[in-house]
């Protein structure tokens, strides 16, 4: 499966985005599978920002965006969305989405496979 993200964009602090992870191909539906998104600043390490896995729909979020960022998927059109509301300046990276896989912890990048190209999300003051 390949993964690609889009969506990102200027705005400004307390604006909304939404981002999109369109997954071509084949995407298993299994428990442990998934898709998650993570976001890379300059000079900072890739950090987990959500994840929602195919079975039961169940979400994770890392603490700094619970409560402004929700996480979805449309089966029918093989996407998840990240809806992205009171954006702040620390939420300014470039967001990539990848397939949660079997293994490794869903908050560390190491659990995830076919990362998609980034978009980027800048949020100004």
């Known amino acids: 499966v390949q993964l690609q993200a889009y969506g990102g964009g200027l705005v400004r602090t307390g604006d909304s985005l939404r981002l999109s992870c369109v997954a071509a191909g084949r995407t298993s539906s299994g428990r442990d599978y998934g898709v998650g998104w993570f976001r890379q600043a300059p000079g900072k390490d890739r950090e987990f920002v959500s994840v929602?896995?195919?079975?039961?729909?169940?979400?994770y979020y890392a603490d700094s965006v619970k409560g402004r960022f929700t996480i979805s998927r449309d089966n029918a059109k093989n996407t998840v969305y990240l809806y992205m509301n009171s954006l702040k300046s620390e939420d300014t990276a470039v967001y990539y989405c990848?397939?949660?896989?079997?293994?490794?912890?869903?908050?560390?990048?190491?659990?995830?496979?076919?990362w998609g190209q980034g978009t980027q999300v800048t949020v100004s003051s």
């Open positions: 929602i896995y195919w079975y039961g729909s169940t979400t």
């Open positions: 990848a397939a949660r896989v079997p293994g490794g912890e869903y908050y560390r990048p190491d659990g995830y496979s076919n």
